[in-house]
């Protein structure tokens, strides 16, 4: 019994056996309690740890794939609506020349209608000129037909008398 109190013996070969296995046992105890009490907990702690790095890790590179993925769509949508607008702008440049062909068709037609109908005006006018002048000329035959009566002449002079009033006719 004195091997296992320590120091109830002298310095014998059995107390230091005794000392090294009371030491021995102590530690063991003493691993067995830090195993059970502080290793398991720190061990949880660490695996708690790991886990929620690696949740982390793996949130980001999420995050980094979103993050791609939506800028890829992005880039898409930026496309695609280049694309629309210069359709859009298209389709108002030609929607603008077929407006503008158009009009100048109309103005053409129109142009068109405004110079026939000028020359009726004009072959109107004419006619009218016309008729006016046979008027003049009728009035002007029966003025020499009264100068006639009323002068007998001779055949050169009703010749001179006629070139004279077609001269003053022409004239007017």
Known sequence: MDLIILGAAGETMATAFGTSLVLLVSFL????????FVW?????????????????????????????RLRDENEALLKQTQSEISEMF????????AEQELI??????RASHLITEAKADIE????????????????????IAEKVIQK??????????VKKYLQEAGDR
């Not at 061990?43 to 791609?68: G, L, P, T, Y």
């Not at 298209?90 to 020349?97: L, P, Y």
């Not at 109107?124 to 002007?140: G, H, T």
């Open 29 to 36: 105890v003493l691993l067995g309690a830090l195993s059970y």
């Open 40 to 68: 398991n907990p720190v061990k949880k702690i660490m695996d708690d740890r790991e886990k929620v790095i690696h949740d982390d890790i793996q949130n980001a590179e999420n995050s980094k794939k979103d993050a791609a």
């Open 90 to 97: 298209e389709n108002s440049r030609k929607q603008a020349n």
């Open 104 to 109: 100048i068709k109309e103005a053409n037609a």
């Open 124 to 143: 109107r006018e004419k006619e009218r000129a016309m008729r006016e002048i046979n008027d003049q000329v009728a009035d002007l035959s029966v003025l």
């Open 152 to 161: 007998e002449l001779t055949a050169t002079d009703q010749q001179e008398l």
